[in-house]
């Protein structure tokens, strides 16, 4: 069975500062990686999609690499904004089944 | 907005209630999903419906119903629920249910849940 596991759970930093989200997963045969933002009250926004094949992808100030033999992901985020402030959650596709399996989320506070 | 739309968005209910939630994409996708996210844990996939078909349940209780009456529409309804089924219910949609190629999931913003 799949299993995501997100650290820290929670995180606050001053604004500006440069900063990694982990993730790690226990069955290497993904098809996907994906990185949703989650603000309080509201869905999912998605925010990078990994393909297995891919190693990384980057969209903005944010970058996730993915090592599937390891079984891990990373989310960075560069010169944090008051405005990313949210739950982070990584989720995979693949393994033994077919679904998104999530992780818990990592709570991103960005102080002013 | 991610074409996904939820309601209500608040839910307040006794355990004799039944209600219902109601999910509608605007996407013209063809595949639904219902997930529930509690406090502390991860999202868990409840029901998949593809092409108005359910083709997921994953060990759901029966006091959760789920219909889905066309492919823009998804309905959960719940009677006798128990206070632990408090969670906030989100409802996606994808193109099409299937494992090559990946289809992303587009989420709404949920239904947060308290029962009584």
């Known amino acids: 069975k799949q299993e995501v596991t997100q650290i820290p759970a929670a995180l606050s930093v001053p604004e500006g500062e440069n900063l990694v989200l982990n993730c790690s997963f226990t069955?290497?045969?993904?098809?996907?990686l994906q990185w949703f933002r989650q603000d309080p009250g509201k869905g999912l926004t998605s925010l990078l999609l990994?393909?297995?094949?891919?190693r990384e992808q980057t969209s903005g100030r944010l970058n996730a690499s993915l090592d599937k033999s390891s079984g891990r992901s990373t989310l960075y985020i560069a010169a944090s904004q008051p405005g990313d402030s949210a739950t982070y959650l990584c989720?995979?596709?693949?393994?033994?089944?077919?679904?998104?399996?999530f992780g818990k989320g990592t709570l991103l506070t960005v102080n002013p | 907005e991610t074409g996904v739309t939820q309601t209500p968005r608040h839910l307040v209910m006794g355990m004799t209630n039944k209600k219902s939630l109601k999910c509608e994409q605007h996407?013209?996708?063809?595949?639904m999903y219902w997930y529930k996210q509690s406090a502390k844990k991860p999202l868990e996939l409840m029901f998949v419906y593809s092409l108005e078909e359910r083709v997921e349940n994953n060990s759901v209780p029966s006091r959760f119903s789920p219909e889905c009456p066309n492919s823009s529409h998804l309905f959960l309804h719940l009677h006798t629920l128990q206070p632990e089924d408090s969670a906030l219910y989100l409802c996606?949609?994808?193109?099409?249910?299937?494992?090559?190629?990946?289809?992303?999931?587009?989420f709404g913003p949920g239904t947060r849940l308290t029962v009584l």
């Open positions: 989720a995979v596709i693949g393994g033994s089944n077919y679904k998104l399996t």
């Open positions: 990994i393909q297995s094949s891919q």
């Open positions: 069955d290497s045969a993904i098809y996907n």
């Open positions: 996606a949609s994808s193109q099409d249910y299937s494992r090559r190629p990946y289809n992303e999931q587009f």
């Open positions: 996407l013209g996708h063809n595949a």
